[in-house]
Each structure stands twice: as C-alpha cells, then as structure tokens.
Nanobody, 128 residues
Framework: QVQGVESGGGLVQAGGSLRLSCTFSGLTFDRYAMGWFRQAPGKEREGVSCISWSGGRTDYGNSVKGRFTIFRDNAKRTLYLQMDSLMPEDTAQYYC?????????????????????WGQGAQVTVSS
C-alpha cells in the first residue's frame, strides 16, 4: 500500500518560512512524479506543486510561484516543500501524494486525480 507521511507543519507569522517533508512507503519512489496539495476549510483541494521523478522538472500553482520550492531526495525516499514569504492565505492542510501513472507531471496534475498515497496531512497556519 502506497503511503505518504507528512511532517514539518506549524504556526508561523506572515513573511516567515516552513519546510514540509514527506516520506513514502509502498512504491519505487524514484519512478514517479510527486506532488503537494493543500486544502483550506470550506475550500476545494488545490494543487501546490509537482516534481518529476528525477527532480529535473517542477511545476507550481500560480498562487505559490516564486515563494515555494519543491525538491526531492530519492535516496531518502523523501519529498520536500520549502515555503518562504508565507501569507495568511497559505493557511491549509498540506498533503503529499505520488502520481501512480508516470514519472513526469501531467498537464492535469493539479486536480490530483492520478495521485495516490495521501497521508494525514500537515497543518500550516500563517498568522497576520
């Protein structure tokens, strides 16, 4: 069973930084694209970022471009999300997941439909 486990969330002031980590089990980690998603109360799930199997290609949602950085360490089977210049609107539960079909981020990765291994999530709260 594919399973991601997120860590690193917390409470931070606007303008601050946090780094999320996600470790995976149950799959050959370095074969698949990985993604970060978030969901705020009362809102739909949103695609935050996606990274190819090698880490050579990345993509970001418009709301986080230039502020967030996704990267991965295949040897450690770990996915990361560095979040800088955080804003109150970044407050959400953040989830990691693996693209079960391919090693590259598809044109529709933001909807999360092809992703699996959703964990419990990590809460990120940004105070103003």
């Amino acid at each position: 069973q594919v399973q991601g486990v997120e860590s690193g969330g917390g409470l931070v002031q606007a303008g601050g930084s946090l780094r999320l980590s996600c470790t995976f089990s149950g799959l050959t980690f370095d074969r698949y694209a990985m993604g970060w998603f978030r969901q705020a109360p009362g809102k739909e799930r949103e695609g935050v970022s996606c990274i190819s199997w090698s880490g050579g290609r990345t993509d970001y949602g418009n709301s986080v471009k230039g502020r967030f950085t996704i990267f991965r360490d295949n040897a450690k089977r770990t996915l990361y999300l560095q979040m800088d210049s955080l804003m109150p609107e970044d407050t959400a539960q953040y989830y990691c997941a693996a693209d079960r079909r391919q090693g590259y981020c598809s044109g529709s990765w933001m909807n999360g439909a092809d992703f699996t291994g959703w964990g419990q999530g990590a809460q990120v709260t940004v105070s103003s």
